[in-house]
């Protein structure tokens, strides 16, 4: 059985608090690692390194910073087989999406390499007479980075890249059930040049967050997971004085128009609904057609897509749609809340709870499910379900769609499949979500934009990558400045009356 490690000061570090946890594999239903789970201890010594580490990686300048980034970026790429194999054999996802999760997260990279761009101050040249200003964006110190399972390359990189680009140290504890990209991740970043103790990996459950959370070393923590636990951590991490910002889960909508294309439609929600098994949060998981006829139009189109997905471990080959979801544990619950929407009066029009594969009947696969007539008080609608189940509320007109997408806890994505500019328009002026995506089922901005939701989807300040991020990870300082030459010359200055 392979033992996993942590990552301190450049090494792989064994655990030593003879606690573990399984590392599976999705496919089949077995063990094929443990990964020790880090105490409180274990955690404050990552920190300290990680605080001398500050000293000389802040000191380092912003460009020379990049050039690590520039190097990591071509190693990444040098490793994309390697890396996607990783976080399939793991997660259990299509080696094709595999490579999808390490790509969005080098694109985050790719702009870390513009870090002294990024980190630019201001200057007010003769803000008053011999006054001149100027601010600068100065690293944090120590920040933690806290990640969940479904993307194992691609958030580690969202955040490690503008915390250290940024000139910060970073502890990063990586989801317990996918350690092995993150620490693959570090073992590059210190063949691009990064200095040891700059990027630890501490591998561990609640006890290790729990102690990042409390450290007052640390500064600033970046989560990205389930809405309970961002909630949680932003509480904490606030309440102890620490710059928190906490992605949480979603319920994605897309609006189907009557004037839409369906058959664009159909396909975008059969890749946005199920592809990945559903674990994406910007995954659509509620099909909202206005009217009744553009309803059947779609029940019609996405039944035969729907029934045609493959399902299968990512060695079947590419032409697998999606694998199994991550755990036993979600499996059952994805299935119960599958009968709970029968039982709660929807139609399942497509039922994937009696999947199974030959030669892998202990995997974790869940089949896909449609569900049509689902209304907002059923528990498929209010949960994430976070699993290939698609839930279709009909709506009688846009303002009645537009309300049932508002009135969601949830704001991460959402999306409108229409042929008019106008309601295309108002709808992504109107809507209160935080990504909003016009004939385009997933709208993940692009890495020089800024990713974040609204309502229970995120907590705290500011999005992940992007422009937000640097602003994130450093704080301004705002030096004024007088020299006196330049009042001399006009001589009638009153210096006394400016104090
Ligand atoms: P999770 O909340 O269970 O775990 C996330 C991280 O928190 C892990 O590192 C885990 O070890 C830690 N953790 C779990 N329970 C904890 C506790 N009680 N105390 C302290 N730490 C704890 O999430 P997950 O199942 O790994 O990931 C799926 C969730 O993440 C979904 O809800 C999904 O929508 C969300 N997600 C959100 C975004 C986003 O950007 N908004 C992106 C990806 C995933």
Redesign the pocket.
Known sequence: MQELTHYINGEHVSGASGRFADVMNPATGEVQAKVPLATVEEVNAAVAKAAEAQKIWGATNPQKRARVMMKFGALINEHMDELAELVAREHGKTLPDAKGDVQRGLEVIEVCMGAPHMLKGEFTDAGGPGIDLHSMRQPLGVVAG??????PAM?PLWKMGPALASGNTMVL?????VPSTALRLAELLKEAGLPDGALQIVN???E???AL?DNDTIQAVG????????Q??YSRATANGKRAQC????KNHMIIMPDADMDKAADALVGAGFGAAG????AISVAVPVGQETADALVERLVPRIEALKVGPYTAGDDVDFGPV?TAA?QARINGLVQSGVDQGAKLVVDGRDFSLQGYENGFFVGPSYFDNVTPDMDIYKE?I?GPVLSQVRTDNYEDALSLVMDNEYG?GTAIYTADGDTARDFAHRVNVGMVGINFPIPVPLSYHT???WKK??FGDLN?YGPDAFRFYTRTKTVTSRWFSGIKEGGEFNFKAMD
């Not at 806290?146 to 993307?151: A, D, E, Y």
């Open positions: 806290i990640t969940p399972f479904n993307f958030i504890k990586p989801s317990e059930r561990g459950d609640k290790a967050v729990d959370l989560f990205v997971g389930s809405t309970p636990i961002a949680y951590i992605f949480g889960g979603a674990e994406r949060c910007m991550i979600s994430e976070f991460n990713f974040g939701g989807s995120a992940q």
